[in-house]
């Protein structure tokens, strides 16, 4: 396994940086429709107002510009990839992103988990080398985290929309999932990834379409067959019905989802002849039945807080998804997760690697294909940090005696993670 030796500071930070701005270049230089105009030594993007300067170029102490509110593309904190977010979308938009179903229970629970788990800090261990790296059915990842099927939203926050998403996942070592209904569409996001990527199938209609589809991903050369499971029904997501927010999709038909089965998914993977994943699993009960049907990855998930209201967290039902699969599927988890310590915790709990969506969203809104890269950069240093600080060196070391119930902080809600951009928040407000 690879090992990671700490680098000092300034070292990471800078190459984070030269990182940022190589990515950022080249896509001014592929004359993207995000109107970035690239030079070697600063670049300036001018619908977000992002900016990279050069090397020797004298930047303003970190306080005076956080307090002018700086949108500096020169990301230093996934903090300030999501205050970026915030300024660079639509209202509408944004409140797309970081809203729930009914009365949003469900997205501050999954929060609530995380947070009310505390990490126990072993000391006096050498962690001079740690390793993050792990694999998704068979395919090696730098870090425990890839990108979560996210749909429509993509084309609508970046023009590149789904291609820049899986270039970003790629250049930080990870993979995506990609949903049904992205653009450009599924195979340019193939066409676009360096190694096969794993598609996420919705039901929109009858089983002629749906061999049709399965036909074009295989000859897509996607690796795997991701069937959501919890969308039955689609949710009452009161913030998009207030705002007049219209979702890619809206027009399909949702009675062919509505109708989908066990015997469906069996025949599916029979169908296909490719590893299955099953996504939006939240008992142990369904657990059981997803590895007797042949799942390969159990996928625990309540789409973000996004579909079923007064929902369990996804991290509190991760040991129970855990204990039914019994080793004989892999397990994986996404909803609420937010920092490198989250994964972490995840990963104590069983979860093999985790999915982002959100941080994801504020990543492609902040900076396109360079901003993905830098988000999954920075998470890959909380995890790494976090590990070392808990006295961690692989992932493998990683159990439920690592962590311990602890009281609540603050109070849940999708952006409690990031207390810097609320303060910012309040701020502008006052």
Not at 30 to 51: F, P
Not at 68 to 93: S, Y
Request: some cysteine; aromatic content about 6%.
């Amino acid at each position: 396994m690879k090992q990671h030796k700490v680098p000092q500071p300034a070292a990471q930070e800078n190459a984070g940086r030269r990182s940022f701005l190589r990515n950022l270049t080249a896509l001014g230089a592929a004359g993207g429709a995000a109107a970035i105009a690239a030079n070697a030594e600063a670049a300036v993007a001018m619908e977000g107002g992002l900016r990279v300067a050069q090397a020797d170029e004298p930047k303003p102490k970190a306080e005076t510009a956080r307090a002018a509110g700086a949108n500096n593309g020169d990301f230093n904190t996934l903090q300030e990839i999501v205050l970026a977010a915030k300024r660079n979308l639509k209202p509408d938009l944004w409140i797309h992103l970081t809203g729930g179903s009914d009365s949003e229970t469900t997205i501050r629970r999954n929060r609530m988990a995380f947070e009310s788990l505390a990490l126990r800090q072993r000391v006096l261990v050498n962690v001079e080398s740690v390793d993050i790296s792990t694999t998704l059915l068979g395919q090696k990842l730098e870090l425990p985290v890839f990108i979560s099927p996210v749909g429509g939203y993509t084309g609508q926050a970046h023009p590149q929309g789904i291609v820049a998403v899986v270039r970003g996942a790629e250049a930080a070592g990870t993979t995506a999932v990609c949903a049904s209904n992205v653009r450009p569409g599924f195979a340019a996001a193939a066409k676009a990834a360096k190694h096969p990527l794993i598609y996420q199938l919705y039901i929109t209609s009858d089983r002629k379409w749906v061999t049709e589809r399965l036909d074009r991903v295989k000859a897509a050369g996607y690796r795997a067959l991701c069937v959501t499971v919890d969308r039955n029904y689609y949710s009452r997501r009161e913030r998009d019905l207030i705002s007049g927010f219209v979702r890619g999709g809206a027009g399909d038909d949702q009675s062919h989802q509505a109708r989908l089965s066990w015997d469906d998914v069996v025949w599916m993977k029979e169908y296909i002849k490719l590893p299955l994943i099953l996504k939006g699993i939240a008992t142990a009960e369904d657990a059981e039945l997803a590895v007797e049907r042949g799942a390969n990855v159990v996928w625990i998930s309540n789409h973000g807080g996004r579909q079923l209201d007064q929902g369990e967290g996804t991290l509190d039902v991760l040991p129970e998804v855990v204990k039914a699969v019994r080793g004989r599927a892999e397990v994986v988890l996404d909803g609420g997760v937010l920092r490198g310590s989250d994964v972490v915790k995840a990963l104590c709990l069983g979860a093999r690697a985790v999915g982002i969506g959100k941080l994801m969203g504020y990543a492609l809104a902040a900076g396109g294909e360079p901003g993905v890269q830098r988000m999954l950069e920075l998470m890959a240093t909380e995890i790494r940090s976090t590990m070392g600080l808990m006295g961690v060196t692989s992932l493998k070391e990683l159990n439920p005696s690592r962590v311990k119930r602890a009281s609540l902080v603050t109070f849940p809600s999708v952006t409690s993670a990031f207390p810097w951009f609320e303060e910012q928040q309040r701020m502008m407000k006052g």
